[in-house]
């Protein structure tokens, strides 16, 4: 679920070798030592690192403009953050910019109509009812998720403007699986694009995300702050 698998990406360990599994911590606890989140070993290092929501992003009919965090342990986001904007950076200096989409997630963007014909056309899986009311909330969801490429499309334009778009690592996941019964905890297909080509696509687990980059950036210490020195060499994930 969302603030467990939050709490694991940002660690870059699994939310079971922290106790942050239980999903939306009434009171969170500040991280017992050796951990730290990745975005504060990055700006530790030097880096600028944001988090902000995707521009444009709408929920509840309303602009939203606070960039989510929802960890389950304690925390102060600026101290975390740099801010919301990845430009702001000094010339030349590595940057780490989080991005949020919030309109695959409930409550969706209800249309103000509805395409009959789509309506019908729509493959309702298997393990839900064929109903008039599942074939509009599925409706709804798939119109939320193609707002996803129009603010993805935005992102990437802003990393073309920068002259950095072939130069940056580009990861994107969900924070848990479709918003439909019996799948919220799933985690799906993830790509991770670097040079213009992919680099990887496919499933992964979300703590290797900051596994991945850390090595690729070449900042082996701080993969070894983050996930310790025992996991770093593994033959297989039990």
Known sequence: VCSASRSAFILGCYQTTTGLHPHDAENPQPLPPP?????????????????????????????????????NFKHDAAEMYDGDDWRKRKPGQPFFAQFQIAEPHRPFPIPERYDEKKLRALQVPPNYPDHPLVRRDWYAYHRSVEMVDQRVGVILDQLKEEGVLDST?????????????????????????????????????????????????????????????????RDAIG
Not at 38 to 49: D, I, N, Q, S, Y
Not at 192 to 215: K, T
Request: hydrophobic residues 45%; charged residues 25%.
């Open 35 to 71: 951990f730290k989140p990745v975005p504060t070993l990055l700006r530790e290092a030097g880096w600028f690192v944001t988090n902000a929501v995707a521009p444009g992003t709408v929920r509840s009919g309303k602009v939203i403009k606070k960039g989510k965090t929802h960890y």
């Open 169 to 233: 690592v580009i990861m994107f996941f969900a924070d848990h699986g479709r918003p439909e019964p019996r799948v919220v905890v799933v985690r799906l297909g993830e790509a991770v694009r670097l040079d213009g080509a992919a680099l990887r696509e496919g499933l992964r687990i979300e703590v290797e995300h900051h596994r991945a980059l850390l090595q690729r950036v070449g900042q082996r210490e701080l993969l070894r702050l983050a996930v310790g020195e025992q996991h770093l060499q």
